[in-house]
């Protein structure tokens, strides 16, 4: 439920205050208590390329003041050049589909043609004037990374589509290269 002080249509999805939580580099990234969801028993945790996260905190910054909504897409922790000590199956997110891709046949047909069939599970948003909360009016995947200034690693979380933190790993390897056949 919203408070008094909420603006209308800024209602979070989860209210608890974020608490530190580490990555698998070591660094630190804001994460609540109830951050871990339980798939199966095991903690969930969301796999990103350090140069992706980069990235995407370099063009949140350029954008600011205003917001960011691109669809990121993950490659198969089996694909890199070097061994990650992931299972090959797990999605390690290293690309990003801009939102514009697609917009004017996606306005016509309501399709969106911008991201290829099968990608875009996950999503990179931001607050430049906070939360670092998902609100209802943001759009939802099934993961969304979301950022706040000042644009660091330690303001960007992950989320799953009801609101509840989940554990962030940067990874610190390339993606693999891709060629046009």
Known sequence: MPDDTTAPGDEHLSGAEP????????ETVDSDSGSEVEVEGERRRIHVTRGLVDLLLDMAEDAEPSSMNLVLAPTPAGEFDAELGLDPET????????????Q????????????PAGRGRARF????????????????????????PPWERRT???????????????????PPREELD
């Open 125 to 148: 948003l931001t607050h430049p004037q906070g939360p670092l909360e998902l609100t209802e009016r943001d759009d939802l995947a099934a993961v969304v990374l979301l950022a706040v």
């Open 156 to 174: 960007l979380a992950a989320f799953d589509r009801a609101g509840r933190k989940l554990e962030l790993a940067v990874v610190d390897a390339e």
């Open 91 to 102: 999605p390690v997110l290293t690309h990003f589909y801009m939102a514009e891709a697609g």
């Open 104 to 115: 004017s046949v996606s306005a016509v047909f309501g399709m969106d043609l911008g991201t």
């Open 19 to 26: 608490t530190p939580d580490r990555t698998t580099d070591g």
